[in-house]
């Protein structure tokens, strides 16, 4: 009976047009218009990570016919770039993109949304997030914010920073004024640093007025763009509190309650899309921007193994006093790590030295 309705009502349809359909498809007829507004935490000046929420809406426009439209605000258009959770939390806008360690004063556990001081890579972190617990945990977090997050965007690994003075060992670290996460801030400072929390905007005149000392921001594209270089010489790797960086599109969950469930289906395919965009434009404009850079008058260096040795040692603190302090923590912490120290072993036999042997190849080549 079904099946000769639908039929009557498309033949009818027909001879009302004369003989063009010109019928919308039954999903727009059904799905309700919606307009949202997102706030970014991040300016347009830094695009590939800026542009993962305006993709995001995109992708979200498209599969809903043009039902489910997004605005996308960059940082401090609607709320400054560090009140991004705190805006969605409170229904100021319904969704956010942001990073989730911005937002360790308020839990350090939502960290693990984001990065923690060697973590996983992005392969990795893509997997714990998806294959393993890693979203229905993080998601245990944000239930106490009122907020559904989902993956919306990849860095990669991320660079040390821009420094005004070389780093030969731990000593030269004391009374560092550095911008950084406050994750890696809690290392740092146990170290000698000073942790300056700035925003990605703010970090070009901070470094150029003396402000701070040494700022880390993202890698060689966006640093580029925003003209490190200029003011500060050295160019530090690796960035060990980011081994993988993974950005967040965060949703009111009451809104995100509101909708059909094909709207909520629509909201984590678009983030998945706009996720693997993210990271294909860093992997595909990092190379370039990293030469320039070095031909520019950067002096790339890799942090002493003493730092890094000492800042793995701190970290492993920290983490052992946040465990101990809060359950919640613990949980998270420990499935985290038991799934990078189950991983990386299988990545040291086939990804590692695969791209260890390509690296010497390409250097013989040469």
């Known amino acids: 009976m079904k099946r000769r309705s639908f039929l009557k009502q498309a033949t009818a349809g027909v001879a009302a047009t004369g003989g063009a359909v010109l019928a919308s498809p039954v999903f727009a007829q059904d799905a309700p218009s919606i307009s949202w507004r997102l ?40 709320v400054p770039a ?34 923690v001081p060697f973590g996983l890579n992005t392969r990795q972190y893509n997997a714990w997030m998806r294959a393993g617990n890693g979203l229905a945990l993080t998601r245990e977090v944000y239930k106490k914010f009122n907020i559904v997050n989902f993956p919306c965007g990849h860095t990669g690994t991320q660079m040390g920073g821009w420094f005004r003075k070389e780093i030969n060992s731990v000593e030269d670290l004391k009374g560092l004024k550095m911008r950084c996460s406050a994750f890696a801030g809690a290392v740092l400072s146990r170290l000698g640093v000073i942790p300056q929390q700035v925003a990605g905007g703010d970090i070009y005149p901070s470094l150029e007025k003396g402000t701070i000392d040494a700022a880390e921001w993202i890698g060689p ?44 289906a629509a909201i984590m395919q678009a983030s998945a899309l706009a996720t693997e965009e993210m990271i294909g434009t860093y992997d595909a404009k990092n190379p370039g921007a990293l030469r320039r ?64 042997f390509m690296l010497d190849a390409l250097r013989n080549k040469k």
Request: charged share 25%; hydrophobic share 40%.
């Open 39 to 78: 706030a970014s935490s991040f300016p347009t000046s830094a695009d590939a990570i800026y542009n993962g929420s305006v993709n995001f809406a995109k992708h979200l426009s498209e599969a809903t016919d043009g039902k489910f439209k997004v605005s996308v605000h960059h940082a401090g258009e609607v």
């Open 82 to 115: 560090l009140q991004v959770l705190d805006a969605v939390q409170n229904n100021t806008v319904q969704c956010g993109h942001s990073a989730a360690y911005y937002y360790y004063g308020k839990d350090p556990a939502l960290s693990f949304d984001a990065a």
């Open 221 to 264: 594209y966006d640093d580029e763009k925003l003209g490190f270089n200029k003011v500060a010489k050295y160019y530090y790797y690796p960035g060990w509190w980011e081994g993988g960086f993974q950005v967040s599109l965060y949703v009111n969950d009451g809104e995100y309650e509101k909708l059909p469930k094909h709207y909520q």
């Open 293 to 356: 850079l070095i031909a520019g008058g950067g002096v790339l260096k890799r942090f002493p193994k003493a730092v890094l040795d000492a800042s793995f040692a701190e970290a492993t603190k920290i983490f052992e006093e946040l465990s101990a302090k809060d359950p919640l923590f613990k949980k998270i912490h420990d499935d985290y790590m038991a799934f990078r120290d189950d991983v990386y072993p299988w990545f040291g036999v086939a990804e590692f030295s695969y791209d260890a």
